[in-house]
T-cell receptor
């Protein structure tokens, strides 16, 4: 049971380049989330999904797009990377009934935009 | 706007003592509150969930209290060990249409000295 797997673990991008971060979970969770974590800012929600084929904006969605074509996968895209997007990105998933369960997080992707 | 504050950015204690971490919130009426542990370079790990109608919850050496009048949760680690050193995050769900999304505090860095 792998839980939540994020790929890649590290990446360096040049300003203006694009990339996709992949999140995969094998727990049959309905909900999936993308957060970014920056020093002094804590975890901030970028986008989330409450089921296959659905996505919604979180607190800091600008510059990012997401897709959830399959229940087990949640993709985060950066169309034109900017230095302000240098961060550690975490994917998480949970059951729909969060009153009983917490999130399961991946190990993160450390992204540097130069 | 909703706000979460975790007192003491860093807490240093001696092994064997009880660590007490605080999570205060404003403009929330959460149905539950969660605590997570995060080690350097890793994703947060869910520890405990306490519901609004529960005043206290225990799990091994961990104890969480939830005072909805004071809008505060306390997280205790008894008989602390150096292995308990980590960042501890509290998290609360949004209400209404944002139900299910967690907002995280910035965390308290706990260091347990041998």
């Amino acid at each position: 049971n792998a839980g939540v797997t994020q790929t890649p673990k590290f990446r360096v991008l040049k300003t203006g380049q694009s990339m996709t971060l992949l999140c995969a979970q094998d727990m049959n969770h309905e909900y999936m989330y993308w957060y970014r974590q920056d020093p002094g800012m804590g975890l901030r929600l970028i986008h989330y999904s409450v089921g296959e084929g659905t996505t919604a904006k979180g607190e800091v969605p600008d510059g990012y797009n997401v897709s959830r074509l399959k229940k087990q996968n949640f993709l985060l895209g950066l169309e034109s990377a900017a230095p302000s997007q240098t961060s550690v990105y975490f994917c998480a998933s949970s059951y729909w009934s969060q009153g009983n369960y917490g999130y399961t997080f991946g190990s993160g992707t450390r992204l540097t935009v130069v | 706007s909703q706000k979460i504050e975790q007192n003491s950015e860093a807490l240093n204690i001696q092994e064997g003592k009880t660590a007490t971490l605080t999570c205060n919130y404003t403009n929330y009426s959460p149905a539950y509150l969660q605590w997570y542990r995060q080690d350097p370079g890793r994703g947060p790990v869910f520890l405990l969930l306490i519901r609004e109608n529960e005043k206290e919850k225990r799990k091994e050496r961990l104890k969480v209290t939830f005072d909805t009048t004071l809008k505060q949760s306390l997280f205790h680690i008894t008989a602390s060990q150096p292995a308990d050193s980590a960042t501890y995050l509290c998290a609360l769900p949004g209400g209404g249409t944002s139900y299910g999304k967690l907002t995280f505090g910035q965390g308290t860095i706990l260091t347990v000295h041998p």
